[in-house]
């Protein structure tokens, strides 16, 4: 197998491996010994799911968060030194999309190791896909601010942005938190401002609405206490 970094993406939530993942991944996936991930066990349950003959005990893991420090990760691609290939596991999705493993991706490209993203999911490209919003300029804004001062300003920003630049913005909010970020924007923007909510992308309990702010205050707002959302803004 050729000696790469392998950017392996995985499921948004409980769904079939093979409704989001080309068979061409496990392939992939079952020739790496070595992988940087978010969370051992997570990912070791994801290489279950892909293969369920995997030798989970033959495999070296290497621990990339928030906690990791950041000294470190060089040390995670010497694999690549001896020819063995290595993959990256986010949490969900795609590595490296608001994600630690962009780190990882920067330094094997400082030293001219090959770096293959594979296909999977991203909810952020598919909630742009599904909002009927401009595609051809878009901006992901990760978190906004908890404070909600500072939260309203900085929505703000993104709604001049909507409309003097005509650029889509997206930002995600921690899902315990979803009811009061759709409470601010529906609160702080312009009754003509879309808002597309995209929940559970590509899981059973998908939802994904476009409507102006007008119209979701006249809407009663989905539960979305426990799913994970992107939140899109266009016009």
């Known amino acids: 197998m050729e000696k790469a970094l392998y950017l392996i993406p995985v499921t948004l939530g409980e769904t079939e491996i093979n409704q989001v993942l080309p068979s061409y991944n496990h392939d992939v996936i079952v020739e790496i010994k070595h992988f940087i991930v978010e969370n051992i066990r997570s990912a070791r ?25 950041r000294k470190i990760i060089g040390t995670y691609l010497e694999a690549l030194k001896e020819g063995k290939p290595v993959g990256i596991i986010s949490e969900a999705g795609c590595p490296a999309i608001a994600d630690p493993g962009a780190d990882v991706v920067a330094i ?74 759709i409470e601010t924007i529906l609160s702080a923007l312009r009754p003509q401002t879309k808002l597309c909510i995209a929940a559970g992308i590509t899981c059973p309990e998908e939802y994904i609405k476009t409507k102006t702010v007008e119209q979701w205050k006249k809407e009663k707002v989905p539960e979305l206490g426990k799913i994970p ?3 899109v803004l266009g016009k």
């Not at 190791?113 to 952020?124: A, W």
């Not at 804004?141 to 309203?152: D, M, T």
């Not at 703000?156 to 921690?174: A, G, H, P, R, Y």
Request: aromatic residues 12%; hydrophobic residues 35%; glycine residues 6%.
């Open 45 to 69: 349950r994801f290489l279950k799911k892909v293969e369920k003959s995997i030798d989970i005990d033959e495999l070296i893991f290497y621990e990339l968060n928030r906690h990791t420090d």
């Open 108 to 181: 094997a490209q400082s030293r001219g190791y090959k770096v293959v993203p594979l296909v999977g999911p991203s909810s952020i490209i598919m909630s742009v896909m599904g909002s009927g919003f401009n595609g051809q300029s878009f901006a992901f804004n990760g978190y906004l601010p908890v404070e909600v001062p500072q939260r309203i300003k900085a929505l703000k920003k993104l709604e001049s942005k909507v409309w003097n630049d005509d650029q889509t913005q997206s930002f995600i909010e921690t899902p315990y938190r979803n009811a009061k970020m």
């Open 229 to 231: 959302c992107i939140f």
